[in-house]
């Protein structure tokens, strides 16, 4: 009789984590759950679902909740133990106790300029760009940042973690992938001005300057900082960096690219010195394919990913660590193993990232949308628009609307997007989606990634997203190219061909809120206008502000919108 109920339980129990654990369709079939809906627009069908991933494995009410902050956990704090690159941070913390004059100091300003500018590790951090830990409830933003108890001391993103018994140093996921949006911490946000591959880039060059017996006798490490030295030092060798364009722009592909070049073209991409000594000729030594980091909460509208939707299968978080860890000089072995072994992780992560939400307008500019000015955009949103960017239902068009309050109707009840993410040319600037040809064999080949399912294809252009949180989200096209929403439904050839970069600080002086985006120059503030960095010019390669203009023209050639028609739009879209 016991074992009968044992056995019994057992069964239970298993039926019960079954059912707590879908796993999702990462195939390159995968569509969206949903009601189906088919329109034509501009004569093609165009096929919708009404639902979404957001609740990407169906985990119970308190299951979900439980893995979204283990996510989040791990989105702050990098959770790659096999990782080989981190900084020695106990001689780092020398460097920045020595005085200016000392050999230390005298040293490093030799071989990286730059690195001796700083004189604590907040300097290294502000110089990367990382955003402060938010210390109220109103600086939390819709995704909410759990409590990281002394990690909280340093910004977000920051992981100092144990190796070889000392404290090594790196950056997670969030150093590009979250905001101060007007004080407001958005975790999932974009990074306007990250400088992730700067480190890399300055890293690599100060490192391979650093004979090990130099460090040895300058720093005299513990055998552990050495051993971070030494290990860092190595992965630095196998890693191929590049200069982004601009502050703003990543240069994450060239990198992965051009660190497997210098790799056998084994299964797992084996590190032997004469690859790295000779690697092989890649395009992307030349050509530019710069992008800004992608937001996350349009991750559950999708079955393609990043903004070409060049993976075209497979999790995207585990690609992103593949991506992420080539970009380190990581052992693909190694990084398998852990990968496999910590499949929760990766999970939990998984959730976090397709669970979260865009930060409303209104939340920040309370009662400012004119919402019959919002009801005319929302008609020629869906008229010129809607066929590539999806159909976006409100409130204020419910049989109740009368019975709402004025924050209940600017709600977007429900998201019609594409059941199967579409690839669209609209002329936009093609360098990089054409940077992917460079390298997808090579990707495709590892046998890491056959394990994780994940496969990359080159596309013929990019993904016209879903344009939840549209408004937070400036400067727009996947590079930076175009400073307000105005500017994009403007003709190309209107559009400005530079502008000025400035942090969301002041909601009046960093924000054109009619525009939705960056101020006109004269408008910037000073510090920011006399800074070059922050200077953007779609001149240059791989900048072009050109395309999504086509759908912006009559029959005749001649702008569809007027000026007050585009600020209906915008209007409308601010409510997304």
């Known amino acids: 009789m016991k074992s009968s109920v044992y056995i019994f339980s057992l069964i239970i129990i298993y039926t019960q984590s079954v059912m707590a654990f879908t796993k999702p369709d990462w195939s390159k079939d995968a569509s969206l759950p949903g009601q189906r809906l088919c329109e034509t627009h501009h004569g093609h069908e165009v096929c919708y679902r009404d639902g979404n991933r957001e609740n990407i494995y169906q985990l119970s009410p308190s299951e979900f909740a439980k893995a979204k902050e283990r996510g989040a956990k791990h989105t702050l704090f990098y959770p790659v133990k096999s990782t080989p690159l981190m900084a020695p941070y106990n001689s780092l913390e020398k460097m920045f106790d020595s005085t200016q004059n000392s050999a230390i100091r005298n040293f490093i300003y030799r071989i990286a300029r730059r690195i001796s500018n700083f004189n604590s590790f907040e300097d290294v951090y502000d110089w990367i760009g990382l955003n402060d830990y938010p210390q109220t409830a109103s600086e939390n933003g819709p995704n909410p940042i759990p409590y990281m108890g002394e990690i909280e001391n340093d910004p977000m993103g920051v992981t100092i973690d144990n190796r070889h018994g000392e404290k090594g140093l790196t950056v997670s996921c969030a150093a590009c992938h979250s905001s101060d949006l007007f004080g407001v911490k958005v975790l999932g946000l974009q990074n306007r001005f990250p400088r992730a591959n700067e480190v890399f880039r300055v890293g690599k060059s100060a490192l391979s300057k650093t004979p090990t017996f130099l460090f ?35 240069t994450s592909l060239a990198q992965v690219g051009l660190s497997l070049s210098m790799r056998a073209q084994d299964e797992y991409a084996t590190m032997e010195p004469k690859y790295r000594r000779r690697p092989r000729k890649n395009e992307l030594n030349k050509k530019r394919a710069d992008s800004k980091p992608q937001v996350w909460w349009n991750l559950k509208y999708k079955t393609k990913w990043l903004s070409d939707g060049s993976i075209i299968s497979g999790n995207p978080v585990n690609t992103n660590f593949l991506w992420n860890e080539i970009g380190r000089g990581a052992d693909l072995k190694k990084l398998e193993a852990w990968l496999v072994n910590n499949d929760q992780v990766v999970r939990d992560i998984t959730t976090f990232v397709f669970a979260t939400k865009s930060p409303l307008y209104n939340d920040f500019f309370p009662n400012q949308i004119d919402i019959f000015k919002a009801q005319k955009g929302q008609k020629l949103f869906e008229k010129n628009c809607s066929g590539c960017h999806g159909k976006y239902e409100k409130a204020w068009d419910s049989p109740n609307a009368d019975s709402l309050n004025y924050d209940e109707k600017l709600l977007t009840t429900k998201v019609w997007y594409h059941e199967k993410s579409i690839i669209k040319d609209v002329d936009t600037d093609p360098l990089r989606a054409e940077g992917m040809a460079y390298f997808a064999q090579d990707l495709n080949r590892l046998k890491i990634s056959k394990t994780l399912g994940t496969v990359v294809k080159e596309q013929p252009g990019y993904i016209p997203p879903p344009l939840v949180g549209i408004w937070a989200r400036w400067p727009y096209f996947h590079n ?86 585009k600020l209906s739009i915008i209007e409308f879209l601010k409510t997304l």
């Open 216 to 250: 040895r006798t300058l720093f005299k490490p513990s055998a552990g900082d050495l051993q971070i030295f030494k290990d860092a030092k190595e992965a630095l060798s196998y890693v191929s960096v590049k200069q982004p364009q601009v502050l703003g722009l990543d």
């Open 480 to 565: 930076n190219s175009v400073p307000t929403l105005y500017d994009v439904i403007t003709p190309s050839n209107k559009r400005p061909k530079t502008y000025i970069a400035v942090a969301a600080m002041d909601k009046e002086l960093d924000f054109d809120q009619e525009k939705n985006g960056y101020p006109r120059p004269q408008y910037i503030r000073e510090e920011y206008r006399n800074d070059r960095q922050y200077f953007y010019d779609t001149r240059k390669a791989g900048m072009s502000n050109s395309g999504h203009t086509k759908m912006l023209l009559d029959e005749n050639g001649n702008e569809k919108f007027n000026h007050q028609d």
